[in-house]
C-alpha cells in the first residue's frame, strides 16, 4: 500500500458541458449568442417543454479585483445587492433620496476629518451623531425585505447573488411566464441599486472577516501568493482585511458597483423554453440600457506574476518545493480540459515517478490548474513535500524534469479512462440541471468569451485520449513558460 | 388603441358621441394607469394581485411489470448521466418489532458486503474504475439503493441491483460493522429533540402498530444476529413489490431488465405493518426533559383517506392545504401564527403523507414553544387546523399554495434525478404512473371551496395526537385537556 500519495485539486472547473448528451459521444450545440450595444452578450440556451425559466448574469468583478486598500468590496456589494432599488424597498424615493444623499455627503466628510494631520476628534464625533440620526432616517423609508417577497412571490426558485474570487454572479430560475418580469426586475437592481443598510452590512461582514483571518493554512497560503506574485498587490493574505473593509465609504461603494457592475464583457444566460428572437427582444428592452462606463475594474488578463517581472517571486522555506506556469494567453476550452484530465490523472497514481514511495526527493504534492482561491486561472502550480535532507536544488531539477518529460511519457490506458469517467461524471453531474447548466455556460463565457465554451470542453473530455495529454504537457511545461523565482 | 376603435366606430348622435368620449377618456385613463404600473408601482408585493404557474405537460414515464414481479419505470431524458434507483419494501416500518434497527443494519450489510459475485473488492473496482456512485438510504418501509454512472452503463448498474436483490452474502464483519455504524449514528443524531418527538407522535398514531422507531436503543441493536439480517433478508428482499426507476428509452431498459432478471423467483414479500385507516381517540405522550427550557411539539392525526379514485382527487387538495397551513412563505397560517403574530416558535414544519397503496395518510406538524408556552402552541396549532374548514383560503392564499405545488414540480421536472424520483415518490403510494400530469390540472382547477372542504373532512378537532419532549411539568396541565397523558423519561 502506498503510504504517500500524490494529492491533486482541480480547484476550479473552469469550463463545463452540456445537458444534451444522448450518449457519449453524441453532441449538439443549441446555444446562440448576441451582442448588445453596451458590451454586454447574451446567450440563449433553448430547453423544450421546460416548465422554468432561469436567469445567470454573471460580471468581470470579485475579491481579487476588490481596490488596493478596499479588500472586501466584491463581498459587500454582494450583500447589498439584495437591499431594493429605487423603485423597490422604498416608501418614498424621493424623500428617502435626499436623506441618503445627505447620509453619504457625511461618511465622506467623516473620512476627510479622520485623513487630516490633526483630526478634530469633537467635529468628527459631531458628524458620526449626524450620520446616525440621518441612518435612521433612512431607516424610516425603508420596507426590508421587499426584494426578497416579490422574488417569492412569483415563484423565483434560489435568487442568489455571489461575489466569487474573480466573478460577481447572479442567478435566479421562475415559472416559464414570468420571463419579462424577471428581466425587468434583475435589469432594475444592476441599474438603479440602493445601498440600504450600508453601514450595518459593512460592520457585519468586517466582523465575519475578523473571525475568518489567523485560520490555519492562511501562513502557507501567504507563502504561495508571495512565491507567485511576488510583493505586488496581489501577494497580501486575507488577514487584516476587516480594516479595510471599514474604510469603504457609501460614495466609494457606489464608484465601485458602476465598475464592478459594468456590462462590458459581461454576460446574461437565459434558458427555458422560449423563442430566441422574444429573448433577444426583452433583454435588448431591459438590459441594453445598463450604462457602460468607461472605468473598468483591473482584469486578471493585465495581471503578470512574478517571475515574468523584474521582481520575482519568493521560494518559500522549509519543506515545500513550488513549481508553477505560466499558461500562455488564449487555451482553448480543450486544452483547459486536457490540463485538468493532467490534474486528476497525476493525482490517481500518475506521477508515481515524482512523488511517493519511489521517489528520492518528494513524499507527496499537491497541484492545482487555475485558481483556487486567489490564484488566477492562468496559472498551473505544484507544491511538492520535500523528504528530509534533499538538495532543494535537485529536487527542483527532478521536478522540472519531470514535467517537461510528460510530453513523450507514455500515460497508463486503463488509468486515464478511469480518470477520464471520473471527470465527465463529475462535469455533467454538476450541470445537470438546467440552472447549473446556465451557470456553467455563463461562466465559460467569462472565462474564454466564448459562448461555445462549455460545449467544448465536455466534447473534449468525451474524445481525449492518451496522446492528448502529451501534447497539453508539452504546450505548457516549457522553460519559457515556467515562473522563475528568485 | 381601444380608445381609437370606440371613435372610428361610426355612431353618429349627439348622446352616442359623448358617450364615446368619456368611454375613450377612460380607456385612456386606464391605459395610462397600465403604463405607469409597468413603469414602477407594480413592483409593490401586494399590488401583485393572483398569479398563475403555466407548467408545460411533463413527460410520461413507463412503469411495467416483469415476469419475476419486479415493477419498471422507465423515463428517458437528454442527461449523459445515469440515473438507476433500486427501491424494496424493507425499511424501518417493515422490520419485527422485537428487533428494532434491523431494517438498516440489513441494509448497510448488504450493500458493504456485497455478493457472490459482486464482492466488496470488485464493487469498489467498478466505482473507481467505471465512475458508479452507488448511496442508500431509507424513506419511512422503503429502503432505496441509488446508481449514478454514464449513460452506456446501464447493464452493468440493473447486473448489480439484480445481485443486491437475490445474492446478498452478509459476511460476518459486514454485519458486526453495519451494528456499530448505526449505534455510532444513533449516538451522533439519536439525542435530537425534534426526531424523538416524531418517533413518539409515530408510536402514538401506529395505536400499539408500527413503531417506525428511527432511533433504537443501541443495546437492543447488540442483540441483533447475522441470522436475524439473513432471515429478514429472504423475507424482504424479493422481486416482487421491488421497484426498478431508470432514466433511460423504455423498451431497451425493458429488454435489459427482462434478460437479466429472467428466471428469478416470483416471491412475493410479506405485508409491512402500517398505520390503521381510522383515527383513536386524542392522546398525549411526554418524552420529560427536566429543567429545559425549549421544547419540541408534535401533533399528529390518522387521516382517514377515500379509496380507489378518489384519492386522485384528494390528494392534490391536502397538498394544497399543507401549502396554506405551512411552507416557506412566511404568510402561511402556522407561520403567521406561531411565528409572526404570536412569536412563540422559532421552527415550524409540516408534513401531510397520503397514499394510495397501502391507503394510509397522516399529518404532522412540529413547532419548538418554550416548556411554558407548549400549553398556548398546541391550541394554536389545533384551531390554525381545524379553523381551515370554516375559513377557507383567500384568492391570494390559495394561488400562492397552488403556485408553490406546481413550482416544486415545475422545479423537479428539470433536473432528470429529482424528476425520476418524483415520479417514483407517486407511484410508491399507489398512483398511477401518467398521474402526474393530472395532479398538476387538478391543483391548477382546485378552487378555495373544495380546499375548504377538505380540510372539513380530515382535520376537525377530535383524535389528534400530541407528543411534546420538554420539561412537563411546565406545560402538563395545560396539555392534559387534549387527551390522556403518558409521561416517560426523555432517556437522553
Known amino acids: ?486 | 388603441m381601444n380608445a381609437g376603435r370606440f371613435v372610428s366606430a361610426g355612431r353618429t348622435d349627439h348622446r352616442s358621441q359623448t358617450m364615446d368620449r368619456i368611454i375613450a377618456a377612460i380607456s385612456i385613463m386606464i391605459l395610462a394607469v397600465a403604463v405607469s404600473c409597468q413603469d414602477g408601482a407594480v413592483h409593490r408585493p401586494e399590488q401583485l394581485g393572483t398569479r398563475t404557474v403555466d407548467v408545460p405537460a411533463l413527460k410520461n414515464g413507463v412503469l411495467e411489470t416483469l415476469d419475476c414481479g419486479i415493477d419498471l419505470f422507465a423515463l428517458p431524458d437528454q442527461s449523459g448521466l445515469l440515473h438507476a434507483i433500486l427501491y424494496v419494501r424493507a425499511g424501518v416500518g417493515c422490520e419485527p418489532h422485537a428487533r428494532p434497527g434491523l431494517s438498516l443494519v440489513t441494509l448497510e450489510a448488504l450493500v458493504k458486503g456485497g455478493t457472490s459475485a459482486y464482492t466488496p473488492g470488485r464493487m469498489e473496482e467498478i466505482r473507481r474504475d467505471r465512475g458508479f456512485s452507488i448511496s442508500y438510504r431509507m424513506a419511512g418501509e422503503w429502503v432505496e439503493i441509488e446508481i449514478e454512472a454514464l449513460k452506456g452503463d446501464e447493464r452493468e448498474a440493473l447486473t448489480i441491483f439484480r445481485e443486491l436483490l437475490l445474492g446478498g452474502a452478509f459476511p460476518a464483519k459486514a454485519v458486526d460493522d453495519a451494528k456499530a455504524a448505526l449505534s455510532e449514528m444513533i449516538g451522533k443524531k439519536g439525542k435530537n429533540p425534534l426526531d424523538r418527538t416524531r418517533s413518539a407522535l409515530y408510536e402514538l398514531m401506529s395505536e400499539g402498530g408500527e413503531q417506525r422507531n428511527f432511533f433504537p436503543d443501541p443495546g437492543k441493536v447488540a442483540f441483533i444476529t447475522r441470522s436475524d439480517v439473513v432471515s429478514f433478508y429472504r423475507k424482504r428482499f424479493v422481486p416482487a413489490g421491488s421497484y426498478i426507476a431508470i432514466n433511460s428509452e423504455p423498451s431497451a431498459a425493458s429488454a435489459l431488465a427482462r434478460e437479466l432478471f429472467a428466471g428469478a423467483a416470483k416471491k412475493s414479500p410479506e405485508a409491512c405493518s402500517s398505520l390503521p385507516e381510522k383515527a383513536g381517540e386524542s392522546s398525549v405522550i411526554i418524552l420529560q426533559k427536566t429543567g429545559a427550557e425549549k421544547a419540541c411539539l408534535g401533533i399528529g392525526k390518522i387521516l382517514e383517506l377515500p379509496g380507489g379514485e378518489g384519492m386522485l382527487k384528494e390528494k392534490p387538495l391536502l397538498d394544497i392545504l399543507g401549502e396554506v397551513l405551512c411552507s416557506e412563505s412566511p404568510l402561511s397560517r402556522m407561520n403567521a401564527e406561531l411565528r409572526g403574530k404570536r412569536n412563540i416558535a422559532g421552527n415550524v414544519s409540516l408534513n401531510i403523507t397520503a397514499s394510495r397503496s397501502p391507503l394510509s395518510g397522516f399529518l404532522e406538524a412540529y413547532a419548538d414553544p418554550n416548556a411554558q408556552d407548549v400549553g398556548f402552541a398546541s391550541y394554536i396549532m389545533s384551531k390554525t387546523l381545524t379553523d381551515l374548514a370554516s375559513n377557507p383560503p383567500s384568492v391570494e392564499e390559495l394561488e400562492q399554495a397552488k403556485g408553490r405545488v406546481l413550482r416544486k414540480i415545475g422545479r423537479a421536472s428539470m433536473n432528470p434525478r429529482e424528476f425520476l424520483m418524483l415520479n417514483m415518490s407517486f407511484i410508491l403510494q399507489g398512483f398511477p404512473a401518467g398521474y402526474l400530469n393530472v395532479y398538476c390540472g387538478n391543483v391548477s382547477g382546485a378552487d378555495a371551496a373544495a380546499v375548504a372542504e377538505c380540510a372539513g373532512r380530515h382535520f376537525s378537532l377530535p383524535r389528534y395526537k400530541y407528543a411534546v419532549y420538554g420539561s412537563g411539568d411546565k406545560f402538563l396541565k395545560e396539555i392534559s385537556v387534549y387527551g390522556k397523558v403518558t409521561m416517560r423519561g426523555a432517556g437522553d
Open chain 1, 1 to 486: 500500500m502506498r503510504k504517500v500519495f500524490f494529492i491533486v485539486l482541480v480547484s476550479v472547473f473552469l469550463f463545463a458541458g452540456r445537458i444534451s448528451c444522448q450518449a457519449e459521444t453524441e453532441q449538439v450545440s443549441r446555444v446562440r449568442s448576441l451582442r448588445m450595444a453596451n458590451g454586454m452578450t447574451l446567450i440563449f440556451i433553448p430547453i423544450g417543454n421546460s416548465a422554468n425559466g432561469s436567469i445567470y448574469i454573471g460580471f468581470k468583478a470579485g475579491t481579487l479585483l476588490d481596490e488596493e486598500g478596499f479588500g472586501g468590496q466584491a463581498r459587500l456589494l454582494q450583500r447589498l445587492m439584495f437591499k431594493g432599488t429605487e423603485h423597490i424597498g422604498t416608501r418614498d424615493w424621493e424623500k428617502e433620496r435626499q436623506v441618503f444623499d445627505e447620509l453619504e455627503k457625511t461618511g465622506d466628510q467623516i473620512i476627510v476629518k479622520h485623513q487630516a494631520d490633526k483630526p478634530d476628534q469633537k467635529e468628527i464625533q459631531d458628524l458620526v451623531r449626524k450620520a446616525l440620526q440621518l441612518q435612521d432616517d433612512v431607516r424610516r423609508f425603508y420596507v426590508p425585505d421587499e426584494m426578497k417577497k416579490l422574488y417569492d412571490a412569483y415563484g423565483a426558485g434560489e435568487a442568489w447573488c455571489l461575489a466569487g474570487e474573480d466573478l460577481l454572479e447572479f442567478q435566479t430560475s421562475f415559472p416559464r411566464n414570468y420571463l419579462e418580469y424577471f428581466l425587468l426586475l434583475e435589469s432594475e437592481r444592476i441599474k438603479e441599486p440602493v445601498f440600504r443598510n450600508f453601514y450595518e452590512e459593512r460592520e457585519l461582514l468586517a466582523a465575519e472577516m475578523e473571525k475568518a483571518s489567523g485560520r490555519p493554512g492562511d501562513e502557507r497560503y501567504a507563502g504561495l501568493l508571495s512565491f507567485v506574485y511576488g510583493d505586488g498587490p496581489y501577494s497580501g493574505a486575507a488577514a487584516g482585511r476587516a480594516g479595510e473593509v471599514r474604510k469603504i465609504t457609501l460614495s466609494g461603494m457606489k464608484k465601485y458597483a458602476a465598475k464592478a457592475l459594468n456590462p462590458k464583457g459581461a454576460v446574461i444566460v437565459v434558458s427555458g423554453d422560449y423563442d430566441f428572437e422574444k429573448v433577444a427582444a426583452l433583454c435588448g428592452k431591459y438590459f441594453e440600457s445598463v450604462p457602460s462606463g468607461e472605468d473598468t475594474l483591473i482584469r486578471d488578463d493585465g495581471v503578470i506574476p512574478a517571475g515574468k517581472t523584474p521582481e520575482a517571486g519568493k521560494d518559500p522555506a522549509g519543506g515545500t518545493l513550488l513549481l508553477a506556469y505560466l499558461k500562455p494567453p488564449g487555451y482553448s476550452p480543450r486544452t483547459e480540459a486536457l490540463l485538468d484530465l493532467l490534474v486528476l490523472y497525476l493525482s490517481r497514481g500518475g506521477a508515481a515517478s515524482l512523488t511517493g514511495d519511489r521517489s528520492a526527493e518528494f513524499s507527496g504534492g499537491i497541484c492545482r490548474n487555475g485558481d483556487p482561491g486567489r490564484l488566477f486561472r492562468n496559472l498551473f502550480l505544484m507544491e511538492l513535500r520535500l523528504r528530509d535532507n534533499v538538495s532543494r536544488e535537485a529536487a527542483k531539477k527532478e521536478a522540472v524534469d519531470f514535467f517537461k518529460n510528460l510530453c513523450s511519457s507514455k500515460f497508463d490506458n486503463a488509468l486515464f479512462e478511469r480518470t477520464r469517467r471520473g471527470l465527465l461524471i463529475e462535469i455533467l453531474g454538476s450541470m445537470e440541471g438546467q440552472e447549473g447548466l446556465s451557470r456553467r455556460t455563463g461562466e465559460c463565457f467569462l472565462y474564454s468569451g466564448d459562448a461555445g465554451a462549455a460545449d467544448a470542453y465536455v466534447s473534449a473530455l468525451r474524445s481525449a485520449v492518451p496522446e492528448d495529454l502529451n501534447n497539453a504537457a508539452r504546450e505548457l511545461f516549457s522553460d519559457a513558460n515556467r515562473i522563475q523565482t528568485q
